[in-house]
Nanobody
Framework: QVQLVESGGGLVQPGGSLRLSCAAS????????MDWYRQAPGKQRELVAP???????TYADSVKDRFTFSRDNAKNTVYLQMNSLQPEDTAVYYC?????????WGKGTLVTVSS
């Protein structure tokens, strides 16, 4: 079992940037499929940044060219760099891991984009 802890959320003005981090408590981190989801108030949770172990990364259309996913296997951590943030990016952002058909979720970190 793996525990995921997100950090880096907060209040930011439109056009600003934030970097989210997700630390995983496992020695098998490299074998986990990792991605980020978000859930805005009153909306369903949506996938933001999938990651493939093959190294190819794609993003939701709503964040393409603004968000960048990365992972540091030496630190058991994944990141989500978010630039040009807009009010519609306001949501709780969740780190998600999958391995062996099992899903694991962090508790989430709140990102609020407002002037």
């Amino acid at each position: 079992q793996v525990q995921l802890v997100e950090s880096g959320g907060g209040l930011v003005q439109p056009g600003g940037s934030l970097r989210l981090s997700c630390a995983a408590s496992t020695s098998l981190f490299i074998s986990y499929y990792m991605d980020w989801y978000r859930q805005a108030p009153g909306k369903q949770r949506e996938l933001v940044a999938p990651v493939t172990t093959g190294g190819s990364t794609t993003y939701a259309d709503s964040v393409k060219d603004r968000f960048t996913f990365s992972r540091d296997n030496a630190k058991n951590t994944v990141y989500l760099q978010m630039n040009s943030l807009q009010p519609e990016d306001t949501a709780v952002y969740y780190c998600h891991a999958m391995r062996g058909g099992r899903d694991y979720w962090g508790k989430g970190t709140l990102v609020t984009v407002s002037s």
